[in-house]
């Protein structure tokens, strides 16, 4: 229980990194380009030789049934999240004035994207800490540059209120955590397996609608290719530590 919190805790600092890398670096292109196919390589690992098996072995009868509508569930609520988040790929110029807007819709939406995110790496860190690590790893890759673009957002802003965003935004990824702790204690084995299904949801929209289409966007296939299998192998290697 306390390690799997402490995954969470890590998970949360890596996000806070992207804001840190926003601010020392100036040419973050390069960087976010290999960070997003290492997360695809290791997000696709996750998916299909942790998180499947796992659910396959936990679930049972028509436990599979709730598993692949806990599957689309954690779709949807990622899609519901997302929506309120502008892209955070590019360089999007906005009037002063709508800056205030943006930037407090932005953090909203990933803060509560955030608490789904440390509630569900703490159910699968809690079954297998191998599968936990590898899982807060890959969403850790993914959220560095979201907290880039958060900074670069909030950077505009007054102190006090850029401050209270910059500080809230990873601190929600361990109230997530700390939520899932709470109400392990009323888990069984086969809601256990549905919680697992919403992990594998959120992963494969990770997967098919942000990374993916990031990866396709890019021209650098000369790191983009190895960074993908080094994700990939990330992850294999892994399977072999439980």
Excluded at 144 to 173: C, D, H, Q, W
Excluded at 211 to 222: A, F, Q, Y
């Amino acid at each position: 229980m306390t390690m799997a919190l402490f995954i969470v805790f890590c998970l949360s600092l890596m996000f806070a990194l992207g804001m840190l890398f926003a601010r020392l670096s100036e040419g973050m292109e390069r960087v976010e380009k290999f960070i997003t196919a290492l997360s695809l390589g290791a997000m696709i690992g996750v998916a299909f030789l942790d998180l499947v098996p796992e659910i396959l072995e936990e679930a049972e009868g028509t436990s599979y049934i709730w598993a692949a509508i806990a599957v689309v569930l954690g779709i949807v609520i990622l899609k519901f999240l997302d929506r309120f988040v502008p892209e955070h790929e590019g360089k999007e110029e906005s009037k002063e004035g709508n800056l205030a807007h943006i930037g407090i819709m932005s953090a909203v939406a990933i803060m509560l994207h955030n608490i789904v995110e440390g509630m569900t790496v703490y159910s699968v860190a809690s079954a297998s800490l191998k599968g936990g690590l590898v899982l807060a790893l890959s969403v850790a890759l993914h959220n560095i540059p979201m907290g880039a673009f958060i900074y670069s957002t909030m950077k505009s802003e007054k102190r006090n209120m850029r401050n209270l965003v910059l500080l809230s935004a990873p601190l929600s990824t361990f109230l997530g955590g700390v939520l899932m702790m709470l109400l392990s204690s009323f888990l069984s084995p086969s809601l256990f397996a549905i919680l697992m299904s919403l992990a594998l949801g959120m992963v494969l929209y990770i997967i098919f609608w942000e990374l993916i289409p990031s990866v396709l966007h890019t021209k650098d296939w000369k790191t983009t290719v190895p960074s993908l299998v080094l994700g990939l192998l990330l992850v294999l290697v892994a399977s072999f530590l439980e």
